[in-house]
């Protein structure tokens, strides 16, 4: 790469003598100086083949730099959110996220990739063609300085602006993504509401305000498209008014002349590409600012200290003096002063009226938030002293609304189990949760695949139990694990609960909620 990079240079340089021979070769043939003409020939195909195959060679290297630096940056973009607290979550919507992982890390790596260099190679070729100008004749210089100064003053104003509309045509974007996707994952209860229509116009009211901006930016590019060409012709103009002057005067020869031209010609051309990359570097910019600020967040507290890991876990858990506000709604306290205390093998119920912060209190104890007020003990330890992987992974979690991953059953149940499993302990925990007879009906059994039609809600939520359960957890947390259950399922599912309160050899500490 760095070899190829430093003759892709060389011949850069090489190809800023070109205007220089193609003038020589042109008057060489008019002075009948058959040898300079035929070596200007020799040199000029030589530089168009070299010139062909460095930019074929550049442009693949780069595309293929681009794509391994998209996945990078999507890796690293996705290991920084799924480490961020669970209250970030709660500010973020998910369809903007996936967008910031999707286009705008395709934005960033154009950044990176191809504008840098193409930025380099144009400004390489602009400074030689200046110099080159300079050694044929500095007024003429001059006036061709001038118009790249109007051109590049036009273009900070327009440049600015396109920042702006870029970072907003990202927003937008993100906003209409989060719509679509909310609508398409909730499309049953559209269709039960009949609000298709609504969502439609929830959608279009996205689009418009991003077609808004895409307009305003459009019409922007070609007001600075109308300046550049008018500059650029104007440059023509004044060549041929002051070179021909210059001519007249006897200040400039004929062939000076027409390097001065076809320099020019080059200086424009490489400051317009320089100008059109820098625009398009902007606008990657402005739609990367948020990539990069998502990616420069530092991992949530829990995961950067080392907790203690305790022999093993008993379960004795204790709230003192609890108090709790959600980050998102400070001025609405959920827990105040809660004390509570749960021994090791105790199975208890917590049961309150709907929004009293039931589910609250297990965030809690699984560290998804941290208490403002008060301190939590396990096993007499603060909770924030124990290593977090190793508590969550003694604890078993069924909640109320059971997620089921796009795997095959089998995956689902030994979900995040710390421990080696075998097919028999998958069944095993199937019959805990009276899940193994619905599995193996299924067209696979247990390599069914789960998708979102499949299974029942009572079903998914005893796929949810028997994941607990394959953990063998010293703290077990059902958290309404029977509210989608049919009345039999529930009567074993209680069954269950009951087994576990008399079953005096495997100890554990059970809430119910
Ligand atoms: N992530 C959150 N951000 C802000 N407020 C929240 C969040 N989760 C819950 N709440 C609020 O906290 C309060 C307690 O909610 P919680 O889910 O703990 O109640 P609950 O007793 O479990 O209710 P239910 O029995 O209906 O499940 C509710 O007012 C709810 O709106």
């Known amino acids: 790469m ?76 996705y290991y920084a959110l799924v480490f961020q607290d669970i209250s970030f979550f709660d500010a973020e919507a998910v369809g903007v996220l996936t967008s910031r992982l999707g286009a705008d890390c395709q934005q960033l790596s154009y950044v990176i990739g191809n504008n840098i260099h193409l930025i380099l190679r144009n400004s390489l070729q602009g400074t030689g063609a200046l110099v080159n100008l300079l050694t044929l004749s500095w007024p003429l210089t001059l006036s061709a300085l001038v118009i790249c100064f109007i051109l590049s003053t036009i ?10 509309a870029a970072r907003l045509t990202q927003e937008f974007n993100a906003h209409a993504n989060d719509v679509a996707q909310e609508s398409l994952y909730q499309i049953r209860t559209v269709r039960a509401y009949g609000t298709e229509q609504k ?5 279009k009211e996205w689009l418009e305000k991003l077609a808004f901006v895409s307009i305003r930016e459009s019409v922007a590019y070609e007001l600075w498209n109308m300046s550049f060409t008018t500059l650029y012709r104007s440059t023509q103009v004044i060549a041929v008014l002051l070179g021909g002057m210059s001519i007249m005067t006897g200040y400039v020869s004929v062939e000076q002349l027409t390097k001065y031209v076809l320099y020019c010609e080059w200086l424009i051309y490489a400051t ?40 093993r876990l008993m379960g004795n858990i204790q709230f003192v003096n609890v108090s709790f506000h959600y980050p998102s709604r400070v001025t ?42 008060g301190q939590i003990y396990i096993d007499g330890f603060p909770l924030t002293e124990l290593d977090i992987s190793w508590l969550r992974e003694n604890i078993g979690f069924v909640g109320q609304e059971p997620y089921l991953f796009h795997m095959d059953i089998k995956s689902n149940i030994s ?85 576990l309160r008399n079953d005096n050899i495997t100890k554990r500490t059970v809430i119910v909620i």
């Open 415 to 499: 979900y995040g189990c710390p421990k080696d499993i075998t097919d028999e302990d998958v069944e095993w925990a199937a019959k805990q949760a009276h899940a193994h007879e619905f599995i193996s009906s299924l067209p696979h059994g247990y390599e069914t695949l789960v998708d979102d039609d499949l299974l029942s809600g009572g079903q998914k939520q005893r796929i949810a139990i028997a994941r607990a359960m394959l953990r063998d957890p010293a703290v077990l947390i059902l958290d309404e694990a029977t509210s989608a259950l049919d009345s039999e399922s529930e009567h074993y599912v209680k069954g269950i609960l009951h087994a």
């Open 199 to 203: 969502e439609i116009g929830r959608y």
């Open 272 to 311: 317009w590409r320089l100008v059109d990359n820098l625009s398009s570097l902007l606008q990657s910019i402005g739609a990367s600012e948020r990539v990069v600020q998502l990616m420069d967040l530092l991992p949530s507290n829990q995961f950067l200290s080392k907790g203690v890991k305790l022999p």
């Open 332 to 373: 609405v306290p959920i827990l105040d002063h809660l004390c509570l205390n749960v021994k090791a093998n105790e199975v208890i119920a917590i049961v309150g009226l709907s929004g009293s912060g039931k589910s609250t209190l297990v965030n809690l104890l699984l560290r998804l938030y941290e208490p403002t007020n």
């Open 155 to 164: 273009f900070l104003v327009y440049g600015q602006y396109q920042k702006k």
């Open 2 to 77: 760095a070899y190829l990079s430093r003759s892709c240079f060389l011949n850069n340089c090489r190809e800023i003598s070109m205007p220089s021979i193609l003038a020589a070769s042109i008057f060489s043939a008019q002075r009948g100086e058959t040898m300079v003409f035929s070596w200007s020939l020799r040199f000029l195909f030589t530089l168009c083949v070299t010139s062909g195959i460095c930019s074929g060679l550049r442009s693949g290297c780069f595309s293929i730099a681009n794509i391994i630096v998209v996945k990078r940056l999507r890796g690293r973009l």
